[in-house]
C-alpha cells in the first residue's frame, strides 16, 4: 500500500534493485512457481527448512539469520527482507509488498533492453493456478498475462491439475514450447509434450530441457491426468541433453520442477548439463550453487524474486557468469501498463468479492516451513469447527502468501491459501493407527534421505493432534507420542477419530469446498490470533 | 456372454531389418487380469481370469514367451526383442484362463 | 505420555509371502549369484496397479552360452509370483518391459538362469506411497 511506498523508495530505487555488470553473450531470466499471484503480496519466508543425509545444514536448507549470515547478506537490507523471516514484521512496514505480474514485466523489459537479443526468458512452472481467478478462469488469466511476458519455454506442475483436457487445450494455443521430457502417454511411453527447444541468442545455440514435477501423479490426483506418466526419467534426459550437445547446442540449461535436493543429486548424475534453473521447492537463494560444472539457480516463488544470470559462452563452454537475485519489491518497482491493464481486466468481473473482507487477523499469518504455520493453523481450526472433528489434517504446500497483524482478511487471501480444483473438505472416521501410517508417509515424502525419494512440499499439518518426529529415522519410526490434544490422550492405534481434512487425492471425495469452511469460521470467530505455539516436538534435525 | 475379443495393439521398432538385427516388440492388449484375490460388494471372491501365458513366433519359431501372474496388471504389456533371421510372420499370442486366445500378427521383412 | 502404544509399524517389516519358495522352486535350491541382472523399476511407483518393471540380462546370447528362463518375484504382494519370461538364442538379448502390481512398498526380485545352469539375481525396492502434497 501507499503508506509504505515513501519509506521503501528512500531505502531503495528501482535502478538499485536492477543493478548489474553484464557479462557474456547469454543472459538467461528465471520466473517460477508464481502461483497465479498476479498482484503483490506479502511473503515470510520459512523459519524451519530442514535438510537431510547430504542436504543436512546446507543450501537451501539454512534460514533465517544463519542464512544471511552466510551469505553475509546485511540486516535490515531489501535482499534480507525478501529471503529471511528475521524482523519480518517490521521489514514489510519498511519495504512493502512484493512481486506483482505487473512489476515482473517491468523487470524482463529493462533486462531485454538492456541486453537484447541476448535475452532467454524461462517460466518453471506452477503458474497457471492457486487463485480466484485462475481457478474461475482454469489458467486463462495466467496464460494471458503470461504471453505479455513473451517466455521462451515453460514447464509444469500444477498446471496438470487443470486435468489433460485443458492442459492440452492451453498448450495448443500457447505460442512458445511447453517441455516435459519426462511426460509420456502411459500405454506405449510416447512423448506427450516436447522434450526440449532450442533457441539462438547472443550468437549461441542454446538447447533447453523441460522437466516437469517428476511425482505429479502422487502429489497431486492422478485421475485428473489418467494417460500421462510421469517420473524423474534420468536415462531419457541425458539422451536429451546428449541429443541437442550433438546437433550443436554450445549452452544446455535444464527448467526443471524438480524440486531443489532432486535437482541437486542429478546434477552429479546427468552430465552435459550449464545450468538447472530449479523450481517446486521454493527455495530463493542469493547466489547459484556449483554441482561440478553445473550452476544450480533457485528462484523462490510467488513472483518474488526474478533472476538474472549472465553468462559467458564460448566454445560450447561456460567461460564466465554473474548472477542476481533481484527481489520484486512492488513498492519501488513500478507497474507495467500493458501488462497492469491485462491483470485488471481479469480481476475486474471479480475484484469486488474478492475484496470483502472476511476476518482480521492479530498476528502474522504464514504458511510457508516444514510443520504448521499460523495460516494452517487458522484452517486447522476452522476443519474442527465446521466439520464437528477431533483431528484436522491441511496439505503442506509451499504455495499461499501471508498476511500481516492487524490487517483484514479478505475472500482473496483465504482464495491465495486454497484455491485449486480437488478443494472437498472431507469428513471420516479414521483409526491412529491409519493417523499414524499417513504422517510417517508424509514425512518419508520430505525427509527421506535420498532426494529421488522426495516429493517437495512440506509436512501435513494437524489440528487437535500432537506428535514427536525424529525426523533422521527411517520409515515407520519417526513419528511417535501421538497425542489428541483435547484430551491429552495418547491416540489408541485401534480406535476410531473424527478427521477433517481437504486436498484428498482420491477421487469422488465430497466435503464442502475448504474456502467456504475458512469464510464460516472467520464469519463466525470474526478475529483470529493463532500464535504459532507448536503441537509438534521435532528431535534428530 | 461372448464379447469380441479385444484387438491387440502391436509395434516393431522396424519393419526391415538386415538379418541379425535386433528388433523391438511392443504389444497391448486389453484385458481384466482379475486376480482372484478381490472381493465383490456382497463379500464374494471375484473369480481369478487372467492371461496366464504369452508367445511371439517368427515364421513359427518361439523367440520369446513369458508365464504371467495376477501380479501382472490389467491390460498387460509386454515389450521385447528379437534378432531378425528371415523374413515372415510375427505372430503374438495370448492365452486366456478359460482357454481362449487372442493372437495378433505383424510382418517383418529381412534382407 | 503414560502409556506406550503398541502401534504396528507403518510398513510391516516386509510381511513374508511364498517368494522364498518360488525362488527355491525355480533355482533347486542353488542360491543365485547377484550381479550379470539389472532390474529397473521406479523408486516410487506412481500408480501401484501399474509399475513399469524392466530387466536385462548380460549374455552372448549364443547357443553355446544363453539365458533360458528369468523369474519375477514380488516379496510384498499376497502372492509372491510376478512373471516368468522364457529366452533363446533367437532372442538376440535377454531382455524385456512389462507393468505389475504391487501392493505395498516391496521388494522385486529377478533371478536370472542361464543354459548351463548358473544362476544370477538383483533386487530393487519400490516405495508405493499414500501420495498428496505438493510445492
Ligand atoms: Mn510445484
Ligand atoms: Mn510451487
Not at chain 1, 535502478?15 to 553484464?22: G, H, Y
Not at chain 2, 481369478?48 to 517368427?58: A, D, G, L, M, S
Not at chain 3, 524385456?96 to 522385486?108: D, G, K, P, S, W
Request: net charge neutral.
Amino acid at each position: 500500500g501507499g503508506w509504505t511506498r515513501a519509506f521503501a523508495q528512500q531505502r531503495v530505487s528501482e535502478a538499485d534493485l536492477l543493478a548489474f555488470q553484464p557479462v557474456g553473450n547469454v543472459t538467461l531470466v528465471h520466473v517460477t512457481d508464481i502461483h497465479a499471484q498476479l498482484m503483490p503480496v506479502w511473503f515470510r519466508e520459512p523459519t524451519v527448512n530442514l535438510g537431510v543425509g547430504e542436504a543436512k545444514g546446507v543450501p537451501p536448507h539454512v534460514t533465517g539469520k544463519a542464512l544471511l549470515e552466510s551469505y553475509k547478506i546485511p540486516a535490515g537490507s531489501p535482499l534480507a527482507y525478501a529471503l529471511a523471516d528475521v524482523d519480518f514484521e517490521a521489514l514489510a512496514k519498511t519495504y512493502g509488498r512484493v512481486g506483482g505480474l505487473d512489476r515482473v514485466a517491468t523487470i524482463v523489459q529493462a533486462i531485454r533492453a538492456e541486453r537484447g537479443d541476448r535475452v532467454v526468458l524461462l517460466d518453471g512452472g506452477d503458474t497457471w493456478q492457486n487463485s480466484w481467478t485462475s481457478l474461475a478462469t482454469k489458467g486463462q488469466d495466467m496464460v494471458d498475462c503470461m504471453a505479455l511476458l513473451k517466455p521462451d519455454a515453460m514447464t509444469a506442475h500444477w498446471e496438470f491439475t487443470l486435468g489433460e483436457a485443458r492442459v492440452k487445450e492451453i498448450v495448443d494455443s500457447l505460442g512458445f514450447p511447453f517441455l516435459c521430457q519426462n511426460v509420456r502417454e502411459s500405454e506405449f511411453q510416447d512423448e506427450v509434450f516436447k522434450g526440449s527447444t532450442v533457441v539462438e541468442r547472443g550468437g549461441v545455440k542454446i538447447g533447453i530441457v523441460g522437466q516437469a514435477l517428476p511425482y505429479t501423479p502422487i502429489a497431486n490426483p492422478r485421475w485428473m491426468i489418467p494417460n500421462w506418466s510421469f517420473g524423474i526419467r534420468e536415462k531419457e534426459l541425458q539422451a536429451e541433453v546428449d541429443k541437442l550437445r550433438a546437433g550443436g547446442a554450445q549452452l544446455v540449461v535444464l527448467l526443471s520442477h524438480n524440486g531443489f535436493d532432486v535437482d541437486r543429486k542429478l546434477a552429479g548424475r546427468v552430465s552435459g548439463l550449464d545450468v538447472i534453473l530449479t523450481g517446486h521447492t521454493h527455495d530463493a537463494l542469493p547466489e547459484p550453487l556449483k554441482i561440478g560444472k553445473t550452476l544450480l539457480v533457485a528462484s523462490g516463488s510467488h513472483g518474488k524474486f526474478v533472476s538474472r544470470l549472465d553468462l559467458d559462452v564460448r566454445d560450447g563452454t561456460v567461460r564466465d557468469f554473474r548472477y542476481r537475485l533481484i527481489p520484486v519489491l512492488a513498492d519501488v518497482i513500478k507497474p507495467d501498463a500493458a501488462m497492469a491493464a491485462t491483470i485488471a481486466r481479469h480481476r475486474a468481473p471479480h475484484a469486488k468479492m474478492l475484496a470483502e473482507e472476511v476476518g482480521r487477523t492479530e498476528t502474522t499469518l504464514y504458511r510457508r516451513g516444514n510443520f504448521n504455520g499460523t495460516l494452517d493453523d487458522v484452517i486447522c481450526e476452522a476443519l474442527i469447527a465446521e466439520r464437528d472433528a477431533e483431528i484436522a489434517l491441511s496439505p503442506g504446500f509451499r504455495w499461499g502468501p501471508s498476511l500481516l497483524p492487524g490487517q483484514a482478511i479478505t475472500r482473496e487471501d483465504v482464495y491465495n491459501a486454497t484455491a485449486m480444483t480437488y478443494p472437498a473438505a472431507y469428513r471420516m472416521a479414521m483409526t491412529g493407527a491409519r493417523l499414524k501410517e499417513i504422517l510417517e508417509d508424509v514425512a518419508d515424502n520430505i525427509f527421506n534421505p535420498d532426494p529421488y525419494l522426495q516429493q517437495g512440499g512440506d509436512m501435513v499439518r494437524v489440528g487437535g493432534l500432537a506428535y514427536t518426529i525424529d525426523v533422521g529415522k527411517p520409515i515407520g519410526s519417526r513419528i511417535g507420542d501421538l497425542t489428541l490434544t483435547r484430551t491429552g490422550q495418547p491416540l489408541a492405534a485401534d480406535k476410531d477419530y473424527t478427521v477433517a481434512g481437504w486436498a484428498s487425492v482420491n477421487e469422488g471425495t465430497e466435503g464442502p469446498a475448504i474456502w467456504d469452511v475458512v469464510f464460516a469460521h472467520l464469519g463466525r470467530k470474526k478475529t483470529v490470533a493463532p500464535t504459532g505455539a507448536s503441537t509438534v516436538k521435532i528431535v534428530g534435525a | 456372454m461372448s464379447t469380441p475379443a479385444p484387438r491387440p495393439r502391436i509395434r516393431l521398432d522396424k519393419k526391415d531389418a538386415k538379418k541379425g538385427d535386433l528388433v523391438e516388440v511392443k504389444a497391448l492388449v486389453s484385458h481384466i487380469m482379475e486376480s482372484g484375490q478381490r472381493k465383490d460388494k456382497d463379500g464374494n471372491l471375484i473369480p481369478r481370469k487372467i492371461i496366464n501365458k504369452f508367445t511371439c513366433e517368427v515364421n513359427g519359431k518361439v523367440v520369446f514367451a513369458c508365464d504371467l501372474e495376477p501380479a501382472v496388471s490389467a491390460n498387460p504389456y509386454m515389450q521385447f526383442k528379437f534378432r531378425a533371421e528371415e523374413s515372415g510372420k510375427v505372430v503374438l499370442t495370448w492365452i486366456d484362463d478359460d482357454g481362449s486366445k487372442i493372437v495378433g500378427e505383424d510382418q517383418i521383412t529381412v534382407s | 505420555a503414560v502409556a506406550v502404544l503398541a502401534f504396528g509399524s507403518a510398513r510391516p517389516a516386509f510381511a513374508k509371502n511364498d517368494s522364498d519358495d518360488l525362488i527355491k522352486a525355480f533355482t533347486g535350491g542353488k542360491t543365485p549369484t547377484k550381479g550379470k541382472v539389472r532390474l529397473d523399476l521406479p523408486d516410487i511407483a506412481e500408480n501401484g496397479n501399474t509399475v513399469p518393471l524392466a530387466f536385462s540380462v548380460e549374455s552372448p546370447m549364443t547357443d553355446a552360452s544363453h539365458v533360458t528362463d528369468v523369474l519375477i518375484v514380488a516379496d510384498g504382494n499376497p502372492r509372491a509370483g510376478v512373471a516368468t519370461f522364457h529366452f533363446s538364442p533367437r532372442s538376440g538379448v535377454a531382455e524385456a518391459a512389462t507393468r505389475i502390481r504391487l501392493a505395498e512398498t516391496q521388494n522385486v526380485i529377478a533371478v536370472a538362469k542361464m543354459n548351463d545352469g548358473s544362476l544370477f539375481m538383483d533386487t530393487r525396492q519400490v516405495k508405493v506411497t499414500i501420495g498428496g502434497c505438493g510445492g
